[in-house]
């Protein structure tokens, strides 16, 4: 009877044992998502916390729902115009549907990169040169609307996407440099070509002023005068100038003798 109570206890302990060693904890993080499995077949999608699988029929596999930036390398794609230009495009991303993007496709960022490459291309073809660098600043917000019905079909949520590189030909490049260069020097010259007008148109209303009063000339050339020192001027007076009469003086009548008073 007591080998028997010790056998059994002996297999409870085994059994114990082995079930213990067989449990498995899960965390899924605030972070995550879990998937689980069993026998191989998904079953539902697990919240954050902590779970004990009694059984290895059971898995969970955790998915990151944080949104991420995806990096998409650069690519040549050719303008409306038969133009080569090589365009990169970073896109912000998060995974709203788990059970899409890990059961519905075998890698769900690489389907990802496909469809912004597909719309990058697109997008681009129907330019020409000119009005693709003119509509640059709107590229991102075309390529999210263009892209965001095919990424939802990954499971995956697209908030927004921008153009990082968009590199033209070499010799392109030098041809944009020298437009730009001559509109500049054009602006330049247009400039100075405006600085000049309004100086002489200045100096015509100057002249007319002069012209219809000639003593303006003398009173700028005193004014010149007071503001400097050191210096002798001259002064001589037009042949028109009315005399002033001088306070004291006798005027002089023509043929008259002087009048010579006896001290």
Known sequence: M?????????????????????????TVFEYERGLLYLHGRFQSIVEPGRYRLWTSARTI?????????????????????????????VAQCQIVDPVAAINQQANWEGALHVELQL???????AESIDSLLLARPQLGERLTKLAAAGVARLGVQLDRVDVRDLTLPGDLKKLFTQVTKARQEGLAALERARGETAALRNLANAARLVSDNP??????????????????VVLGMPASATAVPIAGAR??????????SES
């Not at 596999?61 to 390398?73: E, K």
């Not at 690519?75 to 365009?87: F, M, S």
């Not at 005027?251 to 008259?256: C, K, L, N, T, V």
């Open 2 to 26: 007591t080998q028997l109570v010790v056998l059994l206890v002996v297999v409870v302990a085994a059994t114990a044992l082995i079930l213990t060693s067989r449990i498995r904890t899960v």
């Open 61 to 89: 596999t955790r998915i990151d729902v944080r949104p991420r930036v995806v990096a998409v390398p650069g690519q040549e794609v050719l303008t409306a115009d038969g133009i080569a230009v090589k365009a990169s495009v």
């Open 119 to 125: 719309a990058l291309r697109q997008v681009i073809s």
């Open 215 to 232: 003593a303006l000339m003398q009173l700028r050339l005193l004014q010149v005068v007071g503001e400097q020192s050191g210096n002798t």
């Open 251 to 260: 005027p002089r009548i023509e043929g008259a003798e002087p009048d010579v």
